[in-house]
């Protein structure tokens, strides 16, 4: 490790999804540490590194990718499965000295690394090493939210307040959303802007199937800005609408759009995307083994899902296959409910808890320092 007085050298290999590179990126830059981003590029068709975990590079297009030679970091921050065996391999070249931070699913065991900060829906062992937070990490400060509401509350000052925001997400696991999800999406956030008498501002993502899109743009009763994304937009308003939204509704298949809702400190109302006995309500009251209040939920429930064929072979692998391929969203949106942070659009909303959730910012980087022998 580098001296106390010397700026530890970091460097952060990107992650290849937009809501992992938020996460490492927000960990790096909520160190306070200068970093440098390796972006990779990786062989579609080396599956040895893959199916067992090594500690190599024989995963990456070396001549497309950023290089990794010396000096070598005193410390590594990751995230996704195809970077586990690029950073092993780093902490390889520097002798062992290099501190390997990986975030989220870990498919290797996790005495491979020093740290690794998880949340609920992966299920990574419990071991010393292991920092289980509540919510993914996000880059969200009131400072940004506040320059972010100076920018846009003049351009949407048109609307008629309150603000009720909506970010939709999209098919995610076992969950399809398709026309039916679509049209329940639409039909209950009018009816609470309606109640509210509310104006809505909503943003789509890469994500957001098309029938979504289309049954808001079609709508005419309540005022509307309706933001249609684009890849690198600048003025993409997705934190402008949430800095001056009055309420949240974020669809349940996003864990990192549920946090950045949440970071707003505003009542937040999560839409769940499957319906009966395939509703992310109904998986989290089986997940705990509550079957009869889940049965009871199914029963009268007078909505129909969707139905795919990847989602619900995702549902197959989940039931019966090996454990750590999937990963079970109903357990974060079960606590996120019953601590009355958050709740299911449609219910009334709970008061929250008096107990303040902590910080998993500041708890990460307690043990990072603490790793580093700077706490």
Known sequence: MPEANVTPRVWVLDAYRSGEKT???????????????????????????????????????????????????????????????????????????????????????????????????????????????????????????????????????????????????????????????????????????QARGASLLISSSARTPPEAIAAFAAQTDVPMQLYRFRPNDPENPYLGFLAIADEIIVTADSISMLSEAYATGKPVHMFDLGAGTLSMRHDALVAIGERAQARALARHDPDRPDLSLGALAYRALMRWGWKHLSRDISQMHLRLARSGRMTWLGEPVRPASDTPAPSDMARALDRINALMGRS
């Not at 590594?76 to 699913?105: H, Y």
């Not at 939210?145 to 939709?168: C, F, G, S």
Request: proline share 11%; net charge positive.
């Open 23 to 193: 996460q490492v990126r927000a960990l790096a830059q909520g160190l306070g540490w200068p970093y440098e981003i390796k972006t990779l590029r990786y062989r579609k068709k080396e599956i040895r590194t893959t199916l067992f975990r090594g500690r190599d590079l024989r995963g990456v297009d070396l001549p497309a990718s950023d290089p990794l030679s010396a000096p070598w970091p005193d410390l590594v921050i990751s995230m996704g499965m195809r970077n586990e065996p690029v950073a092993r391999w780093i902490k390889d070249q520097s002798g062992g000295r290099t501190r390997l931070v990986f975030l989220g699913r870990l498919w290797a065991d996790p005495a491979h690394f020093d740290l690794v900060i998880t949340t609920p829906q992966y299920r990574v062992p419990d071991r010393p090493n292991v920092l289980r937070n509540a919510l993914p990490l996000h880059p969200l400060t009131p400072e940004r939210l506040e320059v972010a509401r100076a920018h846009w509350a003049p351009k949407l000052a048109h609307l008629p307040r309150p603000y009720l925001t909506l970010n939709i997400g999209g098919p995610s696991g076992p969950y399809a959303f398709g026309a039916r999800a679509s049209a329940r999406l639409l039909r209950d956030t009018m009816a609470l802007a």
